[in-house]
């Protein structure tokens, strides 16, 4: 493998986008400390409560098989890494203020979460119950989420109607599970009007899910079986910016001619696949990920989504294709570079090969 630096003096950064609809500190900034004296100090002696951080409760990492009683003072509530398994309402009763749970990387089963008691907690704006036992995802939510995340269970049924009234989910994972094309149906996903990332990767679909919500700018399909991208798929989701196809079965004949030109997205992974050329992409493209496909050569003249004499026109300073980044190794592609491909797109950084 070589990677070409088309430009030495610029370093290549590579961030990780993520969406974060309110940071831990904004949230914390919210409590006024003189409100602290309202709530007595009492911290379950499983637990520990830091002085300097009074609305929180650690009780990660402790062995425990059920829930402490929650203090009423509590908005973050940290219980990974135990062997709980059931979720009831008492130990919550007091807990009012609760903004964030953390229950990932325990035993919790669908029939060990009693009913109406996540719904309850009103204010509740992250959940995250990774690594449990799930089969569905459970029902009903607190109406105000903003994040949940339910990655590596192994959650086959979505209940119908459960995220209707979510208006606030920004952020919904539910990769590493066992989906199937059938457990997303043309519904699923209604009411979802502020979701901005969408996780499915590393199940078993074998065709892009239905009804994607209109402002998703993040949508990971990694690691399925899907092998067509439906014609004019992407203009349901105007927005989408971030599109991860990656380790799927996509050839050529599964992407529609223009498929993937798409002004909106900048960044798109279609490494893992059987592709055997380049599919149009829109000059607006920065990061194009093809690696360990079957290309066997490139043409620059074909995939440049300008003329190759109006890319060399335009220069430095004129409306040129943006892409930034491109990764092809793994392929039967051998150097060097074709210098169309250079002239085409003048603002590469990295090209690995």
């Known amino acids: 493998m070589m990677t070409l630096k088309v430009c030495p003096s610029l370093l290549l950064l590579f961030l990780v986008h993520s969406v974060w609809t309110r940071t831990v500190r904004q949230v914390y900034n919210e409590l006024d400390p003189e409100h602290w004296s309202h709530y007595t100090f009492e911290c379950p002696q499983e637990c520990?409560?830091?002085?300097?951080?009074?609305?929180a409760l650690y009780c990660d990492n402790k062995g425990l098989k059920e829930i402490p009683a929650i203090?009423?003072?509590?908005?973050?509530?940290?219980?990974?890494?135990?062997l709980i398994e059931t979720i009831s309402e008492k130990p919550f009763v007091n807990a009012t203020h609760l903004r964030w749970i953390n229950l990932n990387k325990n035993k919790i089963t669908n029939n060990g979460i009693e009913r109406g008691v996540l719904s309850k907690l009103k204010r509740l704006l992250y959940l995250f119950l990774e690594d449990n036992e799930l089969e569905e995802v459970p029902a009903?939510?607190?109406?105000?989420?903003?994040?949940l995340r339910l990655a590596r269970n192994k959650i086959s049924r979505i209940p119908e109607g459960v995220f209707s009234n979510l208006e606030n989910?920004?952020?919904?994972?539910?990769?590493?599970?066992?989906?199937?094309?059938?457990?997303?149906?043309?519904?699923?996903?209604?009411?979802?009007?502020?979701?901005?990332?969408?996780n499915i990767a590393k199940n078993s679909l074998k065709k892009m899910p239905l009804s994607i919500p209109a402002n998703t700018l993040q949508l990971f399909l990694d690691n399925n079986s899907?092998?067509?991208?439906?014609?004019?798929?992407?203009?349901?989701?105007?927005?989408?910016?971030?599109l991860r196809?990656?380790?799927?079965?996509?050839s050529d004949d599964g992407i529609p001619p223009n498929g993937f030109n798409v002004s909106s997205i900048l960044d798109l992974q279609l490494s893992h696949n059987q592709l055997t050329k380049i599919p149009p992409i829109n000059a607006h493209l920065e990061h194009l990920h093809l690696d360990h496909n079957r290309i066997k050569s490139v043409n620059g003249t074909q995939i440049c989504p300008v003329s190759i004499a109006v890319a060399e026109d335009y220069g430095l300073y004129g409306n040129i294709p943006r892409l930034r980044y491109l990764r092809l190794d793994g392929n039967e592609i051998q150097p060097p570079i074709p210098l169309d491909i250079m002239i085409c797109f003048q603002l590469l950084q990295a090209v690995v090969i």
């Open 71 to 82: 203090p009423a003072r509590i908005w973050y509530l940290y219980l990974q890494n135990n």
């Open 169 to 198: 989910l920004t952020m919904l994972d539910l990769h590493q599970n066992n989906l199937l094309d059938s457990a997303l149906q043309s519904d699923t996903f209604q009411g979802l009007n502020s979701l901005m990332q969408l």
């Open 140 to 147: 009903p939510l607190p109406v105000g989420l903003e994040q």
């Open 226 to 242: 899907i092998e067509v991208i439906p014609e004019n798929y992407f203009s349901a989701i105007p927005k989408v910016t971030f």
């Open 245 to 250: 196809l990656n380790y799927n079965k996509l």
């Open 48 to 55: 520990f409560c830091p002085p300097s951080f009074p609305n």
